[in-house]
Structure formats: structure tokens, C-alpha cells
């Protein structure tokens, strides 16, 4: 079975400042979707960004943006130019190719945005 | 992407009694889901709600504490059965977007608590 692990239970950063979030994953699988999933307070579950795994650019979405490194099971979420609405909680997850596929979540980052 | 609207959106109930919570979609869907996420905890999936047959329930999660429906193709209930205070809880309804490869969307949630 997939897991995957966040090992930052918490992150703090300054307004305007960059901040990169740690994922890795544990797989047999050669295909495969990786997703960053924010949860504001308002606990609404929003995707911020998906990555395929054959694809080997990495995916930019505005201010966020991965580093996937397929080699190293290693997906990290990288935010710019930080902004106060960005402070949530961040859940990376796993899903294998198949329409009847799960998604695998980490335990989530709890990231501050601090003025 | 689709909109999923959920009701309740929060409720306090007395052990012993039950829930049922109601997920609604704007548009018709391949797969629908059933999360749970415990305070301060990551998502488990509950179970996914199949159209037009029972529902396939995840390890550790059965089907007369956590029963399911799922009538047509943009609708899907869960009940929370006998509940106890362990049941207090966000119940999260999923979907896949048939628009949307691989893509899941997540409602508002449903904040239950149990006294």
C-alpha cells in the first residue's frame, strides 16, 4: 500500500517571503498523481496543484509550484511571495492511475503567514 | 469544477441517536466519497458511494454504523449510526469530476458532535 509523509507538522513564514512544504511517498508504482490539497479554517478542502508522474516538468500554478523528484518519492510544495489567505492547512496525497483509485493523504502542514 | 454543497453543515446530537448527512453535486459524477477527519487529523476514507448498488467500505468502517446511499448520479447520503462522542468528527463528501482527469473535489463538510 501507498503512504505518504509530511514530516513538518507546522510552518511559519513572513508575508511576501517563500515558503517550500516536504512531501515523500512510498510506491511500487511507475504512474501515479500527486496533489497539494489546502484547508483553510473554513475546512473547505481546495486543490491547489496536481502533478503527473510522467510528466517530468514540474507544475506551476501562479505562486505555487512543485519540485517533483520521481527518483527520490519526493514532492514538495513550493509558495511565493506568501500572502495572509495562505495560511491553511496543506495535505499532500497520492492517487494510482484507475477511475476507482483512492487518494492517499499525508497528516498535513499547518502553515502561519506572519506579518 | 464541480460544486458540492453538504447539509448539515454542523450539528450537536446525543449518543445513541443518528445522522444522516446529505452531499449534493451540480453535476453528474462518475464516483462520489465519504471521509471522515478527526479533530486535528488527516482524511480517512469511509467508504465510496457506488450508483445503483452498495456502497464499498474501507478497512476498519462498516455498513450498519456507517450506511450509505446513493440514488442517482449527483446525490449521496451517510447516516452516522448509534452515535458516540468518538464519532465527533468533519464529514467530508468527495468527488471525481468526469470533466476533470483524476482530478477530486471536496465539500464544505459536515462538523459533527457528539455528546
Known amino acids: 500500500a501507498q503512504t505518504v509523509t509530511q514530516s513538518q507538522p507546522e510552518m511559519s513564514v513572513q508575508e511576501a517571503e517563500t515558503v517550500t512544504l516536504s512531501c515523500t511517498y512510498d510506491?511500487?508504482?511507475?504512474?501515479?498523481?500527486l496533489f497539494w490539497y489546502k484547508q483553510p479554517p473554513s475546512r473547505q478542502m481546495i486543490l491547489v496543484i496536481r502533478?503527473?508522474?510522467?510528466?517530468?516538468q514540474n507544475a506551476t500554478e501562479n505562486r505555487f509550484s512543485v519540485n517533483f523528484q520521481k527518483a527520490a518519492k519526493s514532492f514538495s510544495l513550493k509558495i511565493s511571495d506568501s500572502q495572509l489567505g495562505d495560511a491553511a492547512m496543506y495535505f499532500c496525497?497520492?492517487?494510482?492511475?484507475?477511475?476507482?483509485?483512492?487518494?492517499?493523504f499525508g497528516t498535513g502542514t499547518r502553515l502561519q503567514v506572519t506579518l | 469544477s464541480a460544486v458540492i454543497s453538504q447539509k448539515p453543515s454542523r450539528d450537536i446530537c446525543q449518543r445513541g441517536t443518528s445522522l444522516t448527512i446529505q452531499c449534493q453535486v451540480d453535476?453528474?459524477?462518475?464516483?462520489m466519497f465519504w471521509y471522515r477527519q478527526q479533530p486535528g487529523q488527516s482524511l480517512t476514507l469511509i467508504a465510496t458511494a457506488n450508483q445503483g448498488s452498495e456502497a464499498t467500505y474501507e478497512s476498519g468502517f462498516v455498513i450498519d454504523k456507517f450506511p450509505i446511499s446513493r440514488p442517482n448520479l449527483t446525490f449521496s447520503t451517510l447516516t452516522v449510526s448509534n452515535m458516540s462522542p468518538e464519532d465527533s468528527s468533519i464529514y467530508l463528501c468527495s468527488v471525481k469530476d468526469r470533466g476533470s482527469y483524476n482530478e477530486q473535489f471536496f465539500g464544505p463538510g459536515t462538523r459533527l458532535t457528539v455528546l
Open positions: 453535476s453528474q459524477v462518475t464516483m
Open positions: 496525497a497520492y492517487r494510482s492511475p484507475g477511475t476507482a483509485s483512492k487518494l492517499t
Open positions: 510506491t511500487s508504482e511507475s504512474d501515479y498523481y
Open positions: 502533478q503527473e508522474a510522467y510528466k517530468q
